[in-house]
C-alpha cells in the first residue's frame, strides 16, 4: 500500500520549535519531489516548502522563508520539516505530498492538486 505518514505536530509557544516528519511507504520518496502544504480553518492550501527529487531543487514560501527548512533521509523514506521561531499564524494542518512528475524543476510550479500521494495530516498548533 503506497502512503504518507506524518507525525511531529503539537501544541507549542511562539518562538519554539517543532521538527515534522513524513515516511513514505510502498514507494522509494527518493525518487519523488516531496512538498509540505498546510491548511488553516477556512483557508486554501498553502504550499509551505517542497524539494525536487534527489535534492536537487528546494523552495520556501516568503512566510516561512528564514525559519523552516526541509530535508530528506533516503536511508529511512522520510522527508522533515524542521520549524523554528514559530508564529502564531503558522498553526495549521500540516501535510506531505509526494509527486511523480519531473516536468518543472522549479518543485513550487506544481499545484498541491498535481500530487499524488498525501498524508493525512498533523496539528501544528502555536499559542501562548
Known amino acids: 500500500q503506497l502512503q504518507l505518514m506524518e507525525s511531529g505536530g503539537g501544541l507549542v509557544q511562539p518562538g519554539r520549535s517543532l521538527n515534522l516528519s513524513c515516511v513514505a511507504s510502498g514507494f522509494v520518496l527518493e525518487n519523488y519531489g516531496v512538498g509540505w502544504f498546510r491548511q488553516a480553518p477556512g483557508k486554501e492550501h498553502e504550499g509551505v516548502s517542497c524539494?525536487?527529487?534527489?535534492?536537487?531543487?528546494?523552495y520556501y514560501a516568503d512566510s516561512v522563508k528564514g525559519r523552516f527548512t526541509i530535508s530528506r533521509d533516503s536511508a529511512k523514506n522520510t522527508v522533515y520539516l524542521l520549524m523554528d521561531n514559530l508564529r502564531p499564524e503558522d498553526t495549521a494542518v500540516y501535510y506531505c505530498?509526494?509527486?511523480?512528475?519531473?516536468?518543472?524543476?522549479?518543485?513550487?510550479?506544481?499545484?498541491?492538486?498535481?500530487?499524488?500521494?498525501w498524508g493525512r495530516g498533523t496539528q501544528v498548533t502555536v499559542s501562548t
Open positions: 524539494m525536487r527529487r534527489r535534492n536537487e531543487f528546494t
Open positions: 505530498a509526494a509527486v511523480s512528475s519531473v516536468r518543472y524543476y522549479d518543485c513550487s510550479r506544481y499545484g498541491w492538486r498535481e500530487y499524488n500521494y
